[in-house]
């Protein structure tokens, strides 16, 4: 029972949008593709489209940015050279606000330039030419983790509490909204409190082995957390266990 709309600007090519339905535990899943090469985008949009999610999709990001105000995206992909915008521009401003997952897009293969995206805002990265069946998997199963994810952890007497539904974390009451990968990851954390977690752990369980996430970029997620933590809290949650990995310390309240 699934309809399909499309829009379609010949003259401007504004964006094409197809629309399916992706339901993960009731919610519809609401992609935004934004890459100005015609033929990448069309393969991205009918790969999507094709495993059933609601697609948007732009060749600029002028008009993805106004797409924003109307529409409501569970993720995002974006190349970073475009047109009018560059691509870690657009990522710069609808992070401001915008906490859904981010992939990048890129042709630049450099550990510093994937950091650079990283740091902007994205979640992860794919680098051209890509694998078609990569994207999809990277997609799929942060959607996947997202739903199983449906309960409170709280810690200190409830100084840190985390919200696997909310996608938040509370450090004394103050609110703190996650990026999809910050989410996650710590959501490893809260799993096996006082516990040692390597970064190998994380790679399994958040990234799939993707083969493209180094080190630096789990260091630095972890990085942004602990930032994150320090604004409203003395307490070290997230400690470093030199040659071995991380792990959370707390008291887990009752």
Do not use: W
């Not at 990569?134 to 942060?142: I, Q, R, S």
């Not at 409203?232 to 309240?253: R, S």
């Amino acid at each position: 029972n699934m309809s399909v709309r499309s829009y379609v600007s010949i003259i401007s090519l504004k964006y094409v949008g197809i629309v399916f339905k992706m339901n993960f535990g009731g919610i519809i899943m609401k992609i935004m593709i934004l890459e100005d090469n015609i033929e990448i985008n069309r393969i991205l949009t009918e790969l999507f489209h094709e495993e059933g999610y609601e697609v948007s999709s732009f060749y600029n990001a002028f008009d993805a940015l106004k797409s924003f105000k109307n529409e409501k995206f569970s993720c995002v992909l974006t190349d970073l050279m475009l047109p009018i915008m560059n691509g870690e521009e657009f990522i710069k401003k609808i992070r401001t606000d915008y906490y859904g997952l981010i992939i990048a897009i890129t042709a630049k293969v450099n550990e510093s330039d994937k950091l650079h995206v990283l740091e902007l805002g994205a979640d992860d990265y794919i680098t051209k030419p890509f694998n078609k069946k990569e994207v999809l998997l990277k997609v799929n199963n942060y959607f996947k983790k997202i739903n199983k994810s449906n309960h409170k952890t709280s810690l200190n007497q409830g100084e840190f509490v985390y919200d696997f539904h909310d996608n938040t974390l509370t450090i004394n009451r103050n609110s703190i909204t996650l990026t999809s990968m910050e989410y996650l990851t710590l959501g490893v954390f809260v799993k096996s409190i006082n516990k040692i977690i390597t970064r190998e752990t994380i790679l399994q369980t958040v990234y799939y082995d993707d083969v493209d996430i180094f080190d630096r970029v789990i260091d630095g997620h972890i990085k942004n957390l602990r930032k994150k933590i320090k604004e409203f809290t003395d307490t070290e949650y997230i400690v470093t266990v030199y040659g071995m990995g991380y792990k959370l310390v707390g008291e887990a309240d009752e």
